[in-house]
């Protein structure tokens, strides 16, 4: 069973940068596609990015591609998110998750019925 704990939210101005950790325990994070979502109020969860176990990259919104960044520390069991150049409209709460499979499929549409989810951190971008 693995337990995701996410950390690094806050306020940042238009412009800034925030880096978000996703702590996991109870197993191996590098086992598991890693994944970053974020909701919006009034708004559908949606996937910013998922990065596979196996080496072979990230995948990325479109709305995120070149401001965004995925790492792990497999020696920390922790998956990273790097925001740079924010924008207001990436105010979310954003989630960390881990699935066994089928990683491509869950940036498209996250399922929030499967996998590993984290409780969320919130961030918040001022224009």
């Known amino acids: 069973q693995l337990h995701l704990v996410e950390s690094g939210g806050g306020s940042v101005q238009a412009g800034g940068s925030l880096r978000l950790s996703c702590a996991a325990s109870?197993?191996?994070?590098?086992?598991?596609?890693g994944g970053w979502f974020r909701q919006a109020p009034g708004k559908e969860r949606e996937g910013v990015a998922v990065?596979?176990?196996?080496?072979?990259?990230?995948l990325y919104a479109e709305s995120v591609k070149g401001r965004f960044t995925v790492s792990r520390d497999n020696a920390k069991n922790t998956l990273y998110l790097q925001m740079n150049s924010l924008k207001s409209e990436d105010t979310a709460m954003y989630y960390c998750?881990?699935?066994?499979?089928?990683?491509?499929?869950?940036?498209?549409?996250?399922?929030?019925?499967?996998?590993?989810w984290g409780q969320g951190t919130h961030v918040t971008v001022s224009s």
């Open positions: 998750a881990a699935f066994g499979d089928r990683c491509a499929a869950t940036l498209a549409d996250p399922p929030e019925s499967r996998g590993y």
């Open positions: 109870g197993d191996i994070l590098m086992n598991y596609c």
């Open positions: 990065n596979y176990p196996d080496g072979r990259g990230t």
